[in-house]
């Protein structure tokens, strides 16, 4: 059997990795010559962890992951404490640990654990057919390359979508705005190994610890699409959007690299129920793109990977069964993750004020146990849950 995968992002090379394992042979086509990821971190959550242990990757992940041990919420103007608190209870319930963990360096260990070399870099598929004998992916540069199955993980702006679906889908824009990037750790700042939260305005400023001594760090603005905003303005825009804001915010924003810092417009889309036609199958940002707001679209990506590969590993009535397998035990679990995610960025955004405002008085009272369960409901959900 062999499998065509479009696109080398975290999808396609968990997918890659996954086939590999399990004696399916693979080719790998890349649209960019080199990839250089949107976002300069991700938190890793136990159910995506698990599936690169799964996938053979535990150890060098433990050497790329922040040790983020406790969480805190702090309020916006004063930088007092609203709330804080051990992050072990998720991890005894889960069975592992968070990983925070800088994207270049997890894109480079999901290369090197496939064969960096093996990838065809440089590749953008235009279309795809499929007939009994296979799947034909055409690429823009005239080539072609046939398989007995593709696998599109080819991200949120997904061509081979349109063909699965049958028709287009509209990314929906979530109406708030983030920047990202990373910065060495700084005490004054937030505590090392915490994941430190300040929150006001409908605002967020985010800290997460990464290896290396650094802080993955994250802004969030409610805003309309498509400002005159960019990497020269970065450091006066977020000056202006977060005066007023505690010191140690002040401090953050004074240590960012405007040439490191991205600025990404947040958006998903409306779920839908089918990941697959015939031979060719849907994963990723493809099958379902979503607010990072509860920080699992690359962990979903990692739960399709495994599943798909298990199946294809065990069930013996052909590709076509398989996939239909797949999509029967993906399609819940990613609309579902979708969905909570734009619950809680609506929530965390300000959309109804009141509702807003309620949240920052309930993290007052907030012991910690009513986030880490809503937490380890959502990690439960997994395939090595
Ligand atoms: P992508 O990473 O988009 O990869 C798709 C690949 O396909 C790309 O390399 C692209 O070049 C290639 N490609 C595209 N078109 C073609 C084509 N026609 N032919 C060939 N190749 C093609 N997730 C988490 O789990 N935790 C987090 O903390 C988290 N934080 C996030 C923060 C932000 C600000 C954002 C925007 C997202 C965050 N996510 C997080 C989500 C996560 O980044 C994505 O879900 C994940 O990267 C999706 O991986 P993917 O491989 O499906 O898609």
């Keep these: 059997m062999k499998a065509i995968v479009i696109g080398a992002g975290i999808g396609g090379m968990c997918t890659a990795i996954g086939l590999k394992r399990f004696g399916i042979e ?13 976002g300069a971190a991700i938190s890793i959550w136990p159910n995506g962890v698990k599936c690169l242990n799964f996938l053979g990757m535990k150890e060098p992940l433990r050497r790329l992951g922040g040790p983020m041990q406790s969480m805190a919420y702090k309020d916006f103007q004063a930088g007092n404490t609203l709330t804080q608190f051990s992050l072990e209870p998720l991890v005894a319930d889960s069975g ?38 296979g799947v034909t992916a055409y690429f823009e540069d005239g080539s072609e390359a046939h398989g007995d199955l593709l696998i599109a ?27 990202n990037g990373l910065v060495e750790i700084d005490e004054s700042i937030a505590p090392s190994r915490q994941w430190t939260t300040f929150v006001g305005e409908g605002k967020r400023v985010s ?45 953050l924003i004074g ?16 779920p839908f129920p089918e990941l697959v036609k015939g031979r060719v199958a849907l994963l990723g940002d493809a099958a379902h793109s979503t607010t990072p707001d509860i920080g699992q679209g690359g962990c979903a990506a990692m739960e399709d990977a495994v599943v798909l590969a298990t199946i294809l590993q065990t069930n013996s009535l052909g590709i076509e069964d398989a996939l239909l397998r797949y999509q029967a035990k993906r399609a819940d679990r990613v609309r579902d993750l979708v969905l909570k995610a734009r619950k809680r960025c609506d929530i965390t955004h300000g959309k109804e004020k009141n509702i807003t405002q309620q949240w920052y008085e309930d993290l007052k009272s907030e012991t910690g146990e009513r986030i880490i369960h809503g937490m380890c409901d959502t990690i439960q959900g997994g395939p090595l849950a």
């Design 96 to 133: 592992e640990r968070p990983y925070p963990v800088a994207r270049a360096e997890l894109q480079a260990m999901l290369l090197d654990t496939y064969g960096r070399e093996k990838v065809q870099f440089g590749k953008r598929v235009a279309r795809v057919e499929q007939d009994d004998s």
């Design 153 to 179: 993980c080819d991200g949120t702006h997904s061509v081979v979508r349109k063909y699965v679906l049958g028709r287009s889908v509209e990314r929906r824009y979530a109406g708030y705005v983030n920047w």
């Design 255 to 270: 240590q960012i690299n405007p040439e490191t810092t991205n600025r990404v417009e947040i958006h998903d889309i409306d």
């Design 26 to 38: 693979t080719e790998v086509f890349e649209a960019v010559k080199e990839i250089k990821p949107v």
């Design 207 to 251: 800290l997460m610890p990464v290896a290396n001594h650094r802080f993955y760090f994250f802004f969030d603005v409610p805003l309309p699409a498509g400002l005159a905003e960019d990497r020269s303005t970065i450091r006066d825009d977020l000056t202006r959007y977060f005066q007023g804001w505690a010191a140690p915010v002040q401090k």
